[in-house]
């Protein structure tokens, strides 16, 4: 089973700033990983897929980078509605034996 | 616009058992893989299933094999999943998902999800 472990576990900023979060598998998902935003009360809405490809609709803001074990997600200048929890997801099994990462909280400092 | 409607879900004694549904509306239901998504209060996201197109296909975490089974009717437009020999680990809400609008793999339409609370 693949595990992916995201840091840090909660990201403490003021809107504007840059963050970065940070997701590695414990062996290569080549770029089928994705993130994820959830807000309290919400379903996950998906921001990035095959790495780095932004999903339909998302601010370009954000991006994510990386391969193999080692990806993030940058938001380049938080907004109000950025503040919630972010999840990795791969998807390289096959058969199909999807993981998430256990999140990353982005709070108001 | 494409929706996915999660029911069934409330109180169920350890050991018992439920049916969650899931209706799809304004996509071509038969034309993609189907999954379910749980989480615990508090908790992260843990895949549960998936099923193929056709369902000849279904996959499951270790941690329900045997104990749950992921169907659908395409004719219905509907995914189900039935959960046995429920334990309390498995309290948490159930969202139904799946891949349409972008390549690969990731889950880019959600349910609203249903809560599922295993209680004596």
């Known amino acids: 089973e693949i595990v992916l472990t995201q840091s840090p576990a909660t990201l403490s900023v003021s809107p504007g700033e840059r963050v970065t979060l940070t997701c590695r598998a414990s062996q290569s998902v080549s770029s089928n990983l994705a993130w994820y935003q959830q807000k309290p009360g919400q379903a996950p809405r998906l921001l990035i897929y095959g790495a780095f490809e932004r999903a339909t609709g998302i601010p370009a803001r954000f991006s994510g980078s990386g391969s193999g074990t080692e990806f993030t997600l940058s938001i380049s200048s938080l907004q109000s509605e950025d503040f919630a929890v972010y999840y990795c997801q791969q998807y390289s099994n096959w058969p199909p034996m999807y993981t998430f990462g256990q999140g990353t909280k982005v709070e108001i400092k | 616009e494409m929706q996915l409607v999660e029911s069934g879900g409330g109180l169920a004694q350890p050991g018992g058992s439920l049916r969650l549904s899931c209706a799809a509306s304004e996509f071509s239901f038969s034309s993609y893989w189907m999954n379910w998504v749980r989480q615990a209060p508090g908790k992260g996201l843990e895949w549960v299933a998936s099923i193929k197109e056709n369902g000849s296909e279904k996959y499951y975490v270790d941690s329900v094999k045997g104990r749950f089974t992921i169907s659908r009717d395409n004719a219905k437009k509907s995914l189900s999943l039935q959960m046995r020999s429920l334990r309390a680990e498995d309290t948490a809400v159930y969202f139904c998902?799946?891949?349409?609008?972008?390549?690969?793999?990731?889950?880019?339409?959600w349910g609203r999800g249903t809560m599922v609370t295993v209680s004596s």
């Open positions: 998902a799946t891949k349409i609008l972008e390549p690969g793999d990731a889950f880019d339409i």
